[in-house]
């Protein structure tokens, strides 16, 4: 999928293709096929597939579409939530690490 295209077209033509695979004869089950789905998707869903993959969901393939064009909406809503995710992953730079107030009771 290319970046700043619709999750909807994308994810009914990837379950289009996967249903053309099980009527030749393949089979797959659920987690593969929203698996695959998950990582056809662009960088900008990274964190969409994280929270999916951590918080172990089980979702039908119209649920998984449901929730992408969710999360899409949102994106699209508040695009802070980009920046946020970009400024999150980075490491913060050099500088002296703040000491609390137990800290100082210390010394």
């Not at 089979?27 to 900008?44: F, G, N, R, V, Y």
């Not at 999360?71 to 002296?96: M, R, T």
């Amino acid at each position: 999928m290319a970046e700043g295209t619709p999750v909807r077209d994308h994810v009914l033509k990837m379950i289009g293709h996967l249903n053309e695979i099980e009527i030749l004869g393949g089979e797959m089950d659920a987690d593969t096929q929203c698996d695959i789905i998950l990582q056809s998707l662009p960088k900008s869903f990274e964190q969409f597939r994280l929270n999916y993959n951590m918080n172990k969901l089980d979702l039908t393939l119209a649920g998984l579409l449901t929730e992408l064009v969710s999360a899409e909406g949102l994106f699209q809503q508040n695009p802070q939530i980009h920046i946020a995710e970009k400024v999150s992953a980075s490491k913060p730079k050099g500088g002296k690490k703040k000491r609390n107030h137990l800290d100082r009771r210390r010394r």
